[in-house]
Nanobody, 115 residues
Framework: QVQLVESGGGLVQPGGSLRLSCAAS????????MGWYRHQGPGKERELVA???????NYATSVAGRFTISIDSAKNTVYLQMNSLKPEDTAVYYC?????????WGKGTLVTVSS
């Protein structure tokens, strides 16, 4: 069993940047799927933000060019660099990972973009 713990959320002004981290309690070397998802509130479903699946990187259209996902396998940590943040990026951000699809989830970290 692997536990994922997100950190790095907080309050940021529009146009600002944040870097989220997702630390795994065990090795992620066998994980073929790692990703960041977000839930923007009641009435909305959790949506994919960025993922790396079998070596292929994918971004939601709404964040492409502003967000970057990266993986440090030596540290068993996944990052999400978020630049040019907008109020509509406000959400709880979750990290997920697994060998065949997303099996493990973190508890999320809140990102609020507001002036």
């Amino acid at each position: 069993q692997v536990q994922l713990v997100e950190s790095g959320g907080g309050l940021v002004q529009p146009g600002g940047s944040l870097r989220l981290s997702c630390a795994a309690s065990g090795s992620i070397s066998t994980f073929n799927a790692m990703g960041w998802y977000r839930h923007q509130g009641p009435g909305k479903e959790r949506e994919l933000v960025a993922s790396v699946t079998f070596g292929h990187t994918n971004y939601a259209t709404s964040v492409a060019g502003r967000f970057t996902i990266s993986i440090d396998s030596a540290k068993n940590t996944v990052y999400l660099q978020m630049n040019s943040l907008k109020p509509e990026d406000t959400a709880v951000y979750y990290c997920g990972g697994g060998q065949y699809g997303i099996k493990y989830w973190g508890k999320g970290t809140l990102v609020t973009v507001s002036s």
